[in-house]
């Protein structure tokens, strides 16, 4: 799903059948095959010249392919046994796409989508043109699937969004849509037979539905959203890739989270300052990664981040978050229990795998590492001892690393209190776990709700403290949880001292729009 | 091997792929690209078995599925075909960047 909500017409975009083609000789058949090929190349330069970096990477493989001999040598063989060049086109994608797909390479199967889409591009290179231009005003598309080539073809500006039956969250064409802000719904569950052209409806993205034919009651509503949210998209567009001002003109830092490899071909690093905590637990979710691998993440982050400081926070497990094999089953009380850097202490071999990968990770670019769960400060001080140990063990190894600053999360109240008294190089305060512990309420407990209240005082309290340490000692302070995704609090962070935010890829927008829009003290 | 392999005089190198994701589309790319300036034929196979590609074809070099952190063999045979070998090694040294 991406975007929000639209009101239009809705345009069902059914596929044309292919029409059979007769041999017709093998002079001509190349002739036309060739002239099929230099016209689909020529759509995907004009495309390229238009479009941004992502879509590029896309069209440059496609591209490629057009201009691979290999590629097209079994078509040509075709055409001088006598087949008709698209039917041998066809035959020879359709293997090639059964190729990339068969072995389980998730890479490569999601090329597949792009050769399935440049086998059809080039069939219809030769045709009509799509109705495309004919378009009426703000219309909600429906299709069975869309392939990037028909994404990019068609110009978003007057058109209100789409669904798609078929297609993954993760296809190109997802991709694409979030990044442009589209508004689109794939795997949409719905009969094709139950839209029909013309007839008003709300697509409804963040709820994934399509209205089709809605009351007038329902209709008002998602008016009422739509001119609210466009609005503040607006406001949003206009201030997302400049760094945050509160209206007094105080810069506020505004960082992201990540917590999945995938997201980051979505989310572009100019619209924050870097990245402020990097979950790691999904790299665990298949059993201890190795040294490689963790570096391979890590390495890729940094070149995402294009020079941005990339916090990473070592292993959280534990808590509501159990991994098999590693974290210890059992506790009657987990939230309570050997999670975060109490579990990392107690599996040494675990941490300093990680340790190494970082400190590797750290010859890169400008890499923060930050410990989970700390409540005294031997703790950190072990942790720190932990890192130079490896650090120096790679060095004697000939392996490239660097000493990153090694900070921690204040999420015990305890440590919030005595936060001065660490040898900590920056905070970053987890404000989901200090509010369930200030306030007793756990987490995952929904009756406890209104208890687990961010705003009350004492959790208030705790973060303009660790602010406070934080100043004092000359280190850097950031929050990392919900809180500093959720635009109705910020003006109370703000109000701690805080400068340093760090929030959910989406929330970034709606942050700084909710940063510019604090009240002048 | 392709059919012409056997009678030719090859040059060969190798360089270790950085990109933590290997051998992927752009890169793919921009190799085919840059073999393709050479007259020399130019093929190069992934670590660990395999048969050696066509280093022009980007539908080939694609397949190879050549992974991150292990070398990438290249081989070239024909008048500029060391200038070919070092190019393509120089490319993936500085990790595809231009």
Known sequence: MSGGIAIGPVVVLREKAA??????????????????????????????????????????????????????????????????????????????????????????????????????????????????????????????????STFLDLDWTGIGGAATLGGSPTSHVAILARSRGVNLIVG???????????????????????????????????????????????????????????????????????????????????????????????????????????????????????????????????????????????????????????????????????????????????VKVMVPMVTVPAELTTAREMMLDEIAALQRAGMPCATPPLGMMIEVPAAALTAAAFNADFYSIGSNDLIQYATASARDNAALAPLADPLNPAVLELIARTVAAARHRNVEVSLCGDMASTPHLIAPLLATGLRSLSCAPAQIGAVKLAISRTAPE | MTDMARDLDWIVGNAVIRDPTGLHARPAVKLTRLAKTFEAAIEIRAEGGGDWVNAKSPNAVMKLKAGAGLPLHIRAAGDDARSAVDALMALVQRDFHD
């Open chain 1, 188 to 366: 949409l569950s719905a009969e094709f037979d139950a839209f029909e052209d013309g007839a008003p409806a709300i697509l409804d993205a963040p709820e994934g539905v399509v209205i089709a034919g809605p009351s007038a009651a329902t209709l008002a509503a998602a008016t009422a959203r739509l001119s609210a949210a466009s609005h503040d998209d607006r406001a949003i567009e206009a201030l997302i890739r400049k760094p945050a001002m509160t209206p007094r003109g105080e810069r506020v830092q505004v960082l992201v989270n990540i917590d999945e490899p995938d997201r980051l071909d979505s989310i572009p690093p100019e619209i924050c300052d870097g990245v402020g905590l990097t979950r790691t637990e999904f790299l665990f979710r298949h059993g201890q990664p190795t040294e490689e691998a963790q570096f391979a993440f890590y390495a890729r982050l940094i070149s995402w981040a294009q020079g941005r400081p990339v916090t990473i926070r070592t292993l959280d497990a534990g808590g509501d978050k159990p991994i098999p094999g590693i974290t210890f089953d059992g506790e009657a009380n987990p939230f309570l229990g050997v999670r975060g850097l109490r579990l990392s202490l107690a599996k040494p071999d675990i941490f300093r795998t990680q340790l190494r990968a970082l400190a590797r990770a750290a010859a890169l670019g400008p």
């Open chain 1, 19 to 148: 029409a059979q083609r007769a041999f017709a000789g093998v002079e001509e058949e190349r002739r036309a095959f060739r002239a099929a090929i230099a016209e689909a190349a020529g759509q995907i330069d004009r495309l390229i010249a238009s479009e941004d970096e992502l879509a590029g990477e896309i069209l440059e493989f496609q591209l490629a392919l057009l201009g691979d001999e290999d590629l097209l040598a079994p078509v040509l063989r075709a055409i001088a046994d006598g087949e008709a060049w698209d039917a041998a086109w066809a035959s020879t994608m359709d293997a090639e796409i059964a190729d990339y797909r068969k072995g389980g390479d998730d890479t490569l199967a999601a090329r597949a989508a792009d050769l399935a889409d440049l086998k059809s591009r080039v069939l219809r290179a030769v045709q009509e043109p799509s109705a495309a231009a004919e378009l009426p005003d703000g219309a909600i598309l429906i299709a069975a699937e869309l392939t990037p």
